[in-house]
């Protein structure tokens, strides 16, 4: 028999697909940019993109989670004077004095991405994107990024979140969360390279998904095997194993359990519940008499009930395999052979 199964959610997860074009022109210069002159309003700013961020729904690793710009802290006009030919040095970086070494954690998307904090935070890494070039940046030996001729005023990049693991944790962007600098002469660790440019950095909050689940797939079939009449000798279960059992996939962020009622058309009482499915074609010229009980393996072989949620199962971080069976049961005073089939719909929640 076949059961449909209908998932009550209280959310939905929005996913957008992304599709970015490299550019043209922008990797690569046929020649060398040249270094912006010292002499502007001031040597320096820092501009501060401010995340407030709730995640929902099941969260992969390496899920982009959110972009955000930034803001200037202060300060008017330009750093340094740049010619029709500049660039500026773009690095991931912690700070000016840190080496210029933001620690890496892998590509994606074609992009470098880095750990947010020196330590490597393990929830979350980033990309940090020039918006005019769409050059990205990165750490030592940096990325020369051309700029419009003029005073050297801030760079409009993008900051782009990753998930660094499947449903990653809260992280509360305090203190120094540095994460960019754009420098007029490429870093040199003997010193005198870093006083003319801007720094990049992060403040707010991203706060981890709340638990919940998703099914992975939305149809159930048992095919039980043939039983003899007389193993329905009485009311009840057939003597002799006759089941069929077959499978849930849930992908859950959290702990959570799993319920679920039937929406048969038609049932009949076991143990005083409506648990029994009549199958469609009872009688007219089928087999009459005998039903299906789904049980849960799971939950101690609790039998689900119709318009009455059941627990299932409980259900850890990740994907969890929660089996259903389904058996054969007696409810008539009578029964005759023949073909059974029942397609019954559920409804499975979370909480």
Known sequence: MKYCHLIKRTKHL????????????????AYALQDCIRGGNQNHSTMTSTINLRLTGNIKQ???????????????????????????HGYTSYSEGSGIVAKYYGDIDGYPAYHIYPGG???????????????????????????????????????????????????????????????????????????????????????????????DNANLEFNLPRAPLNA??????????????????ISCNGGLSARMKLMAAKTESYNGKESVIVPDNDGNNNASGVGFVVTSPMNDDAVLVNHEFVKIAELQDGKTRVPLVAEYYRY???????????????????D
């Open 14 to 29: 929005i996913l957008s697909l992304l599709i970015a074009a490299g550019g043209l022109g922008t990797a690569g210069h």
């Open 62 to 88: 390496n899920q982009e989670v959110g972009r955000f710009t930034f803001v200037r802290e202060g300060g008017i006009g330009g750093v340094a004077n740049c010619g029709p030919d500049a660039g500026i």
């Open 121 to 215: 935070d393990r929830n979350f890494v980033y990309v940090l994107v020039d918006n005019r070039t769409g050059m990205h940046f990165q750490n030592q030996p940096g990325s020369n990024v051309p700029v419009p001729e003029g005073p050297l005023l801030p760079l409009d990049l993008t900051v782009i979140i990753y998930a660094a693991k499947d449903n990653p944790d809260t992280l509360s962007l305090t203190g120094r969360a540095y994460i960019g600098t754009v420098l007029i002469q490429a870093y040199n660790p003997g010193g005198g390279t870093t006083a003319v440019g801007y720094s990049y950095r992060l403040k707010g909050k991203i706060e981890s998904a709340p638990a919940s689940c998703s099914l």
């Open 232 to 249: 329905f000798s009485s009311k009840g279960f057939p003597d002799g194993n006759y089941k069929a059992e077959d499978n849930l996939l």
């Open 332 to 350: 008539s005073d009578s029964v005759s052979p023949g073909k059974l089939e029942a397609n019954t719909q559920f409804i499975l929640q979370f």
